[in-house]
């Protein structure tokens, strides 16, 4: 009886980070936060944490931020050109893993894979 309420407790700590997580997600989709953004702000690589403070004139802000677009259209591009890379690296590594297992976790292997190559997808649109 008492592994059943463990059961029951584990499944209702998850189910309550679940609606948790769930309704944090609805929040920010409702409110058009965008969480990327303040991270934008803090970093240094955004310009943010560089520039603050030194008194910019307007012209000095205007150029800035050209400057700063600029990099992130250069980040942007230079790590969308490392996607195949990447994904070529993540293809063998998954070729080997899938060799070390039975054939019954294989089918589990390539489902998680597979809905993790879905995710992925859903992300770059």
């Given amino acids: 009886m008492r592994t059943r309420s463990r059961i029951v407790a584990t499944l209702l700590l998850a189910l309550a980070f679940g609606v948790g997580g769930l309704s944090g997600m609805a ?4 409110f058009g936060l965008d969480w990327f953004d303040f991270l934008d702000e803090d970093s240094g690589a955004g310009g943010g944490r560089l520039l603050r403070g030194l008194g910019l004139t307007a012209q000095q802000q205007a150029q800035a931020e050209v400057v700063l677009e600029r990099q992130e259209d250069e980040l942007e591009a230079y790590w969308t050109a490392r996607i195949p ?10 070729s080997e893993l899938r060799t070390l297992l039975t054939p019954e976790q294989q089918a589990t ?6 809905d993790l190559g ?6 770059e649109d």
Avoid: G, H, L
Wanted: net charge negative; glycine share 0%; proline share 0%.
């Fill in 85 to 94: 890379e990447i994904r070529d690296i993540m293809e063998r590594s998954q």
């Fill in 109 to 114: 292997f390539d489902r998680r894979v597979r």
């Fill in 118 to 123: 879905d995710e992925a997808m859903d992300t």
């Fill in 27 to 30: 929040a920010e989709e409702a």
